[in-house]
């Protein structure tokens, strides 16, 4: 089974909007193993549309369209692609009363020129759109398959997973499964290491991604039902946690200041930041998440050594000693700002973000973040190769993993 | 003149890249009036790509291909068009030599395939890859064009402005230059309003862009000569600047932030910040920009009203009489933070981030901003209609430029 892409738009070939359909349609056929040959933009001109659906269809089984299902009068798609198999359109009653349901719920009134969306070549399946007034359409003629879809990418994304799949798993006979499994403190190299043996498998695969200085591994099943697929990963997810179990911080869709969040709010307990470097990026990425007001007290950006002593009661002989970069300031300013707040976890960030105030011994992108909790305190140390962005950032995700670990009691025992 | 374009390469098929290059080439050539009638994309597959060729020199008189010319076995880019047009391969030595300079500044050596990157199909034009090992080529024939152009996109972009550019100014008659004005505080439809009959020129073209929170417009001029084009720009820059020059605060590629540091660093004034709603956002925003150490000097984030009171010195009263999220309580956290961290300037910012929080008074998206300056103070309202995210850099950002305004003596007289 081969396909090919069409995206249909003007605004495409102007450079308006960037192709992110075409991207989703192929990694999507790519899993159910559909090759896909080739991909191809065209405007809103019938001739050309038809020509390249014509050539599509000469070297393809699937040809799959996106855009050009709107109601204005430069929206072809339908049309266009009716002609070309010699079906009539008809007027469908009840794709009409859901746009025209569509629009009562929003407290408009369809226009007339939405009736061409109800409009359904003779003998096509009607795709639903559970986002928006374009139905898609499924047609076959000989062997060959044509689906369309609407434009906008959120509407095309959900008509693919919930109308389109079915039909791809009638085709190709493989039900498709996947699992996440989010990753903190491990490079692409280390995964490789770790478990490069588990990733040679050809179904299941085990292939990772490496993502804003986390990874995730996604595995993924082929099989005849959902069942036989999700049985088949739990062997492969047994062995991988086996492995790296201690990494894993998360599985499905989230994201760590999240899950540091809600882990925070389970066992009642409070944090507090003192950061230098990160500048409040600790600060702001905890209360990212809504309800944080319940477990986040106090922040202070101690980016001056006076700030660190008036405020967090840093001694100036500390600083003076050891330099505001050191295991010792990032102890002192995680026992600060956990008093100062009365917090049950205090952290402390300092370091150097770079691109300037490196030395030899305390190169830019040291960093050492410091966590108080149980009247204990450590320090943990940090070496950061990215530009200034991206080692505020490594800090402010390493500060979230401690404080999971600790929250996981991982750390302080 | 019109063109196609053809992105080369299995990973754009598998969807495991996304193909800005597309986008990226379809704006430029409709900058300079160039029709794109079509696009598409194949794979590593020689035979494929000389049909793609073939077919779009049929339709185009210029047809431009990114990738497929790197040195491994399936870079077949370079063969497919010599073949195509009965062109033999022809070594470089001049290529050559400058990949064997690439590969020695960056301490490492040229393999045996780097050689094919040399081979240069005969009576085609070298275009110099500045940013990595591919040249580029230039072919004319029969009145065709076929410009190659390198995958990787930083490569290819550099490649299109210093080599490409040339080419289609000789082949439209036509030199592009564009201006850009920031501008904060001004929305889209405000603009319109505005600036709309500015709007309307067909050359040169002013065209607004909304941008997180902010706009841009860009002035752009078509003419025989840069000269000319620079000249023709100028009535509408004054115009627009006559219009709206209180809202523009920056020409060119930079950013708020980088502007407000900027401004501290020439007046010698530093900066403080108190922030309960966005939590470290202005703080980190602020020091985002290296150099930021030596305006700006604590921030603290007072999530809870003890904090406002002990670390801020916050009135327990106004708290009490107005609630936290109040212009009172925005300028004693403003006053409250200059005094603490001795700075020239002390910002407090307090608000209703969302989801939730709003009552009927006090709903989600209203914040304060309190500035103090010169032993004064100010409050300004803000009401947002965003997510929490998108609320929270809203305040920031117009916290960032009230320091603008601050700095520039606009507001406190």
Same mark, same amino acid.
């Given at each position: 089974?081969?396909?090919?892409?069409?995206?249909?738009?003007?605004?495409?070939?102007?450079?308006?909007?960037?192709?992110?359909?075409? $991207?989703?349609?192929?990694?999507?056929?790519?899993?159910?193993?559909?090759?896909?040959?080739?991909?191809?933009?065209?405007?809103?001109?019938?001739?050309?549309?038809?020509?390249?659906?014509?050539?599509?269809?000469?070297?393809?089984?699937?040809?799959?369209?996106?855009?050009?299902?709107?109601?204005?009068?430069?929206?072809?798609?339908?049309?266009?692609?009716?002609?070309?198999?010699?079906?009539?359109?008809?007027?469908?009653?009840?794709?009409?009363?859901?746009?025209?349901?569509?629009?009562?719920?929003?407290?408009?009134?369809?226009?007339?020129?939405?009736?061409?969306?109800?409009?359904?070549?003779?003998?096509?399946?009607?795709?639903?759109?559970?986002?928006?007034?374009?139905?898609?359409?499924?047609?076959?003629?000989?062997?060959?398959?044509?689906?369309?879809?609407?434009?906008?990418?959120?509407?095309?994304?959900?008509?693919?997973?919930?109308?389109?799949?079915?039909?791809?798993?009638?085709?190709?006979?493989?039900?498709?499964?996947?699992?996440?499994?989010?990753?903190?403190?491990?490079?692409?190299?280390?995964?490789?290491?770790?478990?490069?043996?588990?990733?040679?498998?050809?179904?299941?695969?085990?292939?990772?991604?490496?993502?804003?200085? *986390?990874?995730?591994?996604?595995?993924?099943?082929?099989?005849?039902?959902? *069942?036989?697929?999700?049985?088949?990963?739990?062997?492969?997810?047994?062995?991988?946690?086996?492995?790296?179990?201690?990494?894993?911080?998360?599985?499905?869709?989230?994201?760590?200041?999240?899950?540091?969040?809600?882990?925070?709010?389970?066992?009642?307990?409070?944090?507090?930041?003192?950061?230098?470097?990160?500048?409040?990026?600790?600060?702001?990425?905890?209360?990212?998440?809504?309800?944080?007001?319940?477990?986040?007290?106090?922040?202070?950006?101690?980016?001056?050594?006076?700030?660190?002593?008036?405020?967090?009661?840093?001694?100036?002989?500390?600083?003076?000693?050891?330099?505001?970069?050191?295991?010792?300031?990032?102890?002192?300013?995680?026992?600060?700002?956990?008093?100062?707040?009365?917090?049950?976890?205090?952290?402390?960030?300092?370091?150097?973000?770079?691109?300037?105030?490196?030395?030899?011994?305390?190169?830019?992108?040291?960093?050492?973040?410091?966590?108080?909790?149980?009247?204990?305190?450590?320090?943990?140390?940090?070496?950061?190769?990215?530009?200034?962005?991206?080692?505020?950032?490594?800090?402010?995700?390493?500060?979230?993993?401690?404080?999971?670990?600790?929250?996981?009691? $991982?750390?302080?025992?």
């Amino acid at each position: 089974m081969n396909a090919e892409i069409i995206a249909v738009g003007t605004e495409l070939l102007l450079g308006d909007i960037l192709n992110t359909n075409a $991207q989703y349609l192929s990694q999507q056929l790519a899993a159910y193993g559909v090759d896909v040959y080739g991909e191809c933009v065209v405007g809103d001109h019938p001739s050309r549309l038809r020509e390249a659906v014509k050539l599509a269809l000469s070297r393809a089984d699937w040809v799959f369209l996106t855009g050009g299902l709107g109601p204005t009068a430069d929206d072809l798609t339908r049309e266009t692609v009716a002609e070309l198999w010699g079906r009539k359109l008809v007027f469908d009653e009840t794709i009409w009363q859901k746009i025209a349901d569509y629009f009562k719920t929003r407290k408009r009134t369809p226009v007339e020129s939405n009736r061409r969306q109800a409009m359904v070549p003779e003998g096509a399946a009607v795709l639903k759109n559970r986002c928006g007034t374009a139905p898609g359409l499924h047609l076959e003629q000989d062997g060959h398959h044509i689906i369309l879809l609407p434009g906008p990418p959120h509407e095309m994304r959900d008509m693919f997973e919930h109308e389109v799949v079915p039909l791809l798993e009638k085709a190709t006979g493989c039900v498709l499964r996947s699992r996440v499994l989010r990753v903190f403190g491990m490079g692409e190299s280390e995964a490789a290491e770790c478990a490069g043996d588990l990733m040679d498998g050809q179904n299941p695969t085990l292939a990772p991604y490496a993502k804003d200085n *986390e990874m995730i591994f996604r595995i993924t099943a082929k099989a005849e039902t959902a *069942e036989q697929a999700e049985a088949m990963m739990n062997p492969i997810e047994t062995e991988l946690r086996n492995r790296i179990g201690d990494v894993v911080y998360a599985t499905g869709e989230t994201d760590l200041q999240t899950v540091v969040v809600e882990k925070l709010l389970q066992k009642g307990l409070s944090v507090a930041t003192a950061e230098s470097c990160t500048a409040g990026g600790l600060a702001e990425a905890i209360t990212d998440v809504s309800g944080a007001s319940d477990i986040f007290r106090t922040g202070i950006v101690a980016y001056h050594n006076e700030t660190k002593e008036q405020l967090l009661g840093v001694p100036h002989e500390l600083l003076e000693t050891h330099g505001a970069v050191s295991p010792e300031v990032a102890r002192a300013m995680a026992e600060g700002i956990a008093r100062v707040a009365g917090a049950d976890i205090g952290i402390g960030i300092t370091g150097i973000a770079g691109p300037t105030g490196g030395s030899p011994e305390k190169p830019v992108g040291l960093v050492y973040i410091g966590v108080w909790y149980k009247n204990q305190v450590k320090a943990f140390e940090f070496r950061f190769a990215g530009t200034r962005a991206q080692n505020r950032k490594s800090a402010v995700r390493n500060a979230l993993n401690l404080i999971r670990k600790t929250v996981d009691e $991982q750390m302080f025992l």
